[in-house]
């Protein structure tokens, strides 16, 4: 820099740290300059602690990196959330989780607001320790603190919590706080996860997915309650008498009357039979369309053939 005759300045020596942090082979080049910048009159700035301690964690250097933040703290330098995130993300990878988790406790103390980035880290930490219910209590904290878990979160949660057996609790969580969108997203999450139901988890996949159907249907929003629906029957999950009755109701409402005379033959086909508010429901939702009386009569004749052939 001096050669071409322009002076360095803290900014310049940053981007040259920066440059020197990405590779291992370098990372003690970067630190000399470091060392070397106080000598030459510059003054190290949150950002060359901040990029020194993400070079320091990629190596699994975490303890040195903690060090450095005190060395920054002490200097009169403020740590950003990116910094602490680093730092929780490089303990966490070396399954330090208690040091994670007073990093946690630490930032909030100085006023400084975990991300959603923040909190997956530490989630992913924790489920590969083997403590997800710790990890679960994060994920209510940072619905609580209204951040929106993202599909990192989601993978995050899904993978340590499958192997468990305990990955339903997310989704019952949403439900019982009436966040059906929420649910539905992490259901659409687990299947392109590629988990499935096996013997032991079949039921648990049953009455999760008719919840979040009845549940979607409860908000207003039958569209996505139909999508979840078919995804259920592509995958041969059983669909509940009390789900087909909901949507067949939701869809009468809204006049859909070809919705409602599919729902009825496949719950027909699965051996349900509809109760006689339901079949009225049905009944009436065809008949106030002129145009499909015929079709409103063909159900009906279905519908009697079918409970008469049942009852024998």
Not at 81 to 96: A, D, E, K, R
Not at 211 to 216: I, M, N, Y
Not at 229 to 244: C, D, G, H, P, Q
Request: charged share 20%; aromatic share 8%; hydrophobic share 40%.
């Amino acid at each position: 820099m001096r050669g071409v005759g322009i002076p360095p300045c803290v900014a310049s020596l940053n981007i040259l740290i920066k440059a020197l942090c990405k590779n291992s082979g370098t990372m003690d080049s970067a630190f000399r300059i470091f060392h070397e910048m106080p000598k030459r009159g510059f003054t190290p700035d949150s950002y060359t602690y901040g990029t020194l301690i993400n070079g320091l964690c990629k190596l699994g250097k975490a303890t040195e990196a903690k060090e450095l933040l005190m060395e920054m703290e002490a200097n009169g330098c403020s740590p950003t959330v990116v910094t602490y995130t680093c730092l929780i993300h490089g303990f966490c990878q070396s399954n330090n989780l208690d040091e994670a988790m007073t990093l946690l406790e630490d930032m909030r103390s100085q006023g400084i607001e975990p991300n959603v980035f923040t909190y997956s880290s530490l989630m992913d930490g924790l489920c590969k320790g083997g403590r997800s219910s710790e990890a679960m209590e994060l994920l209510q904290i940072m619905i609580h603190e209204h951040k929106v878990p993202n599909m990192i979160t989601y993978s995050t949660l899904i993978h340590g919590l499958c192997g468990e057996g305990l990955y339903w609790k997310i989704i019952n969580g949403f439900c019982e706080n009436n966040k059906f969108h929420e649910a539905a997203n992490y259901l659409d999450e687990m299947i392109l996860s590629g988990i499935s139901p096996n013997r032991l988890t079949w039921s648990l996949h049953v009455k999760i997915h008719n919840a979040v159907v009845r549940g979607l249907c409860a908000v207003n929003d039958p569209k996505r309650a139909f999508q979840l629906y078919l995804s259920m029957r592509t995958r041969a999950i059983s669909v509940e008498a009390k789900s087909f009755e909901t949507l067949v109701n939701h869809f009468c409402k809204k006049g859909d009357v070809h919705k409602v005379a599919r729902i009825v033959e496949e719950m027909l086909t699965d051996g349900c039979i509809p109760d006689e508010q339901t079949l009225a429901v049905v009944v009436g939702g065809f008949w106030d369309r002129r145009k499909v009386r015929e079709a409103a009569d063909s159900v009906q004749a279905d519908l009697m053939c079918k409970h008469m052939n049942f009852e024998t």
